[in-house]
């Protein structure tokens, strides 16, 4: 089994910074794509940022040019880097992986979700 261990939420005032990180562990061979939905009551999880293992990188239109994801293949671990945070960007971020684990299928892991608020 793999877990993706994720860190760095709070509450930030709008126009404030965050950096979330999401640490892979477990029976991992590789990792594929890695990324970053966020989800609000009532509504669908969407992604926010995803990056492949070479490091190519896809924005959902709301977070372009204000967030930046990177990730360091040799710790398994992706970061968020969120700058101009908004209120409206408030909302559990979940990290996701595509796991190939050392035996069995690949599959989609997920992290248990972290807290983002951006509110004064």
């Known amino acids: 089994q793999v877990q993706l261990v994720e860190s760095g939420g709070g509450l930030v005032q709008p126009g404030g910074s965050l950096r979330l990180s999401c640490a892979a562990s477990?029976?991992?061979?590789?990792?594929?794509?890695m990324g970053w939905f966020r989800q609000t009551p009532g509504k669908e999880r969407e992604l926010v940022a995803s990056?492949?293992?070479?490091?190519?990188?896809n924005y959902s239109d709301s977070v372009k040019g204000r967030f930046t994801i990177s990730r360091d293949n040799a710790k398994n671990t992706v970061y968020l880097q969120m700058n101009s945070l908004k209120p409206e960007d408030t909302a559990v971020y979940y990290c996701?992986?595509?796991?190939?684990?050392?035996?069995?299928?690949?599959?989609?892991?997920w992290g248990q979700g972290t807290q983002v608020t951006g509110s004064s």
């Open positions: 477990g029976s991992i061979f590789s990792i594929n794509a």
């Open positions: 996701n992986a595509g796991v190939s684990p050392w035996y069995g299928h690949k599959y989609n892991a």
């Open positions: 990056i492949t293992s070479g490091r190519s990188t």
